[in-house]
């Protein structure tokens, strides 16, 4: 069993009536509702919960969490922001979504700026650029989506281990959409599909990305130990 | 001319005997000595200076930075490290040593721990693992320190761009010991020789691997502007 | 169910005494008997075999093939060495063993020369150098080959994806130990422990990372269609 | 001063008015006069001449090879072909134009069918996505060629080291249009644009990237010598 954490700062479904049409149970909820299965547990959280919904006890409990953030980054405060950082250093994996990039978590573990351009929606076209990778596994050569805001680059992101997915956008850019990377022991995947005004979540292959994405970033079972400097006792040392 | 600004936090060298022996005028003048041509031009910083002697003044001045910390990290201000960190985004090269892998300026641009292994003194070889890179140029297939204090895998550091070197323990480790990383527009090296006890800066090849080091992460010039996103005026738009 | 064949040229047991006293069935059943399981099945092929044992009805029904060779490189065919690239780009794994880094299928997906520095029988240590990968799995982060060949940098391949171990000889050197790379839709590992004079294959260790590396590189499932190229049918296509 | 050929099949020219139309000195004379400089020196050769133009003398008198080839690749012999690859790793510079992905030189470096997708002539706009790299610089955000032929994803190619710019087409693709590898000691620099049809080579930033290329992959000094595996003599080698 894969225990999930889908975080949402929950702000927009309820500000915005255009929001709440797609989404009328928040964003986090459909998440839940397409992941839940036999092997997967979701549990979500939301910024308004005490200690952002993310205590100790849940994020001891969480082997995946999903983050969708945009207009309430500055809300999560500090102390959360490095609990999930730790966390994910120590094991757990993160799938951030969307305007996450400039999420907190997301920021503090890529130690950049994160910053692209964007605008207001447009056609997109999402190219497989890393078909062998199991996040890629039953999404087609390329995929469409009708409505989505643009992300461009240059993204200020470093090196990703794998650009999985490259996004085309009809007014003329292009995105590296689908992102993965290690940080000590935890697994992250930035997708960049998810604004809250389209039915994106709705879309099969999105679905099938995240679900993928949940099994590929649990934590591999490990002997190693790791998280804390020490000296090693090696007879042979001489000098 | 390439400005550089060696920062030490400069502790050890005043109150400890053996090592003001070894570096009498403190490690940053030790390295600002060999450094020093018609093309480059260093000053030095040190922790007890105002500010830690990189006042926003000095950081528009420098284009690469290097640093050397180890007993006092927690002693410079967050504010100072985000102000490296930042200067580093935008461009300043950074040159890490020794055991500034845990200090704050490199703990933040890399979202890592940056934990490794170590114990005193031990003998070390460095093997040149990348030969075409600018900075082994003059570097033979590897070298050897008598002395340096042994760090070792496994180092929780993000992958790097390029391994440059790999250094051998005669107590039986292997770490990487040359990394480069791209962050934003920075271009950081760290490099692991530089134990305080030892004359590792009086090495002609470490300093040789320094030298290179400032030459590869100097900024280079660009017409391209980074940092902040920005909407883009597309005419081709739509939806 | 995995099918592996695991590849042997077989002569030096045939041919050297004390060859034959650590492998008496020769190294590709030594292989053999700790892969074989309820989930692995194993055929072995020998280069005195038609077809070097590659004929196309094997490599066909080969999930992974595993690959051991080192004097007589040359006998094996050219045809013999495409057909095994060439399966490998459409997606079969290969795992390539200590002398095998200089075989015709290994340099053929390389591109390189494949050289390395190397001398007779050292002690040798195995550092784990990305612990959370798949083919790391219950290996602790270092274990000791009493006696192996020594392999030393500067090894001249591409970048690995990941360097999963390091290795560290009594004698001085350093080594990319355990490599990984993917080709079209291939996954390769190279490991380079196992030489044919010492008990290797029977270490507990070794023969963990060889099976977890057959998990890894089996072929994934797969919608997508590579291999050829194709022009593409796209209604908005314009000039 | 450094010393470049540019090879060029020269048969469209030569067979095709319209191609003959935009370059009637043929390709590889367009790129000559752009590239010449005080500190280049240009040579030109094509598949007509004795040896395809590479003789040993040509290559060992060569410090970056440029090359543009289409519908003739099968004509170069492969014996031409293993000398490209043979100097390549010996440190030779390559940059490989447009439809070369197919070049017999090419797809030995690389180890992978170098397939991809491609249609008929389209508008490109041309993105920066490794803005730090010295390829690019002097060049925008992005760039615009009003035609061009789609070269499309999925780009079977080993993961590039850097990929320094992405196209992005109005019919609906994305490519990775500039990718560089290293491959023992020499750099290559793979770059889409360039299809025979249109006047891509006289397009000020194509010009400028190209330029930039051959600053980038010219070898390096060194001390070091690869290229051969031998026996290390170290005394301390014990077992």
Redesign the interface.
């Known amino acids: 069993m894969i225990k999930v954490t889908v975080w949402n700062e929950f702000v927009h479904e309820r500000e915005m009536e255009n929001v709440r049409a797609v989404y009328p149970d928040g964003i986090h909820n459909c998440i839940k509702d397409f992941l839940q299965s036999d092997e997967i547990e979701v549990r979500t959280a939301t910024l308004d919960m005490p200690e952002s919904g993310l205590t100790e006890e849940v994020i001891a409990d969480t082997d995946v969490m999903i983050w969708w953030g945009h207009c309430a980054h500055d809300k999560v405060p500090d102390e959360i922001a490095l609990r999930v950082?730790d966390a994910v250093?120590k094991g757990m994996g993160l799938i951030v979504l969307h305007s996450g990039h400039h999420s907190k978590p997301f920021k503090?573990?890529?130690?950049?700026?994160c910053?692209?351009?964007?605008?207001?929606?447009?056609?997109e076209?999402i190219?497989?650029?890393c078909?062998?990778h199991?996040i890629?596994?039953?999404?087609?050569?390329?995929f469409e989506l009708?409505?989505e805001e643009?992300y461009?680059?240059?993204f200020?992101i470093?090196?990703p281990?794998?650009?999985v997915f490259?996004?085309?956008?009809?007014?003329?850019?292009?995105f590296?959409s689908g992102c993965t990377?290690?940080?000590?022991?935890g697994?992250i995947f930035y997708f960049q599909p998810g604004h809250e005004e389209y039915p994106t979540f709705k879309n099969e292959y999105v679905r099938r990305i995240i679900k993928n994405a949940v099994y590929w970033a649990k934590p591999?079972?490990?002997?190693?130990k790791?998280?804390?400097?020490?000296?090693?006792d090696?007879p042979?040392?001489?000098?």
């Open positions: 950082k250093l503090l573990l890529m130690g950049t700026s910053d692209l351009q964007w605008r207001e929606g447009d056609r076209r190219w497989c650029t078909p062998n199991p890629a596994q039953g999404i087609p050569e390329s009708a409505a643009m461009g680059e240059y200020t470093p090196k281990d794998d650009v490259t996004g085309w956008f009809a007014g003329g850019e292009v590296r990377f290690t940080r000590d022991l697994r591999v079972t490990r002997k190693n790791l998280g804390s400097p020490h000296a090693v090696v042979e040392a001489r000098i």
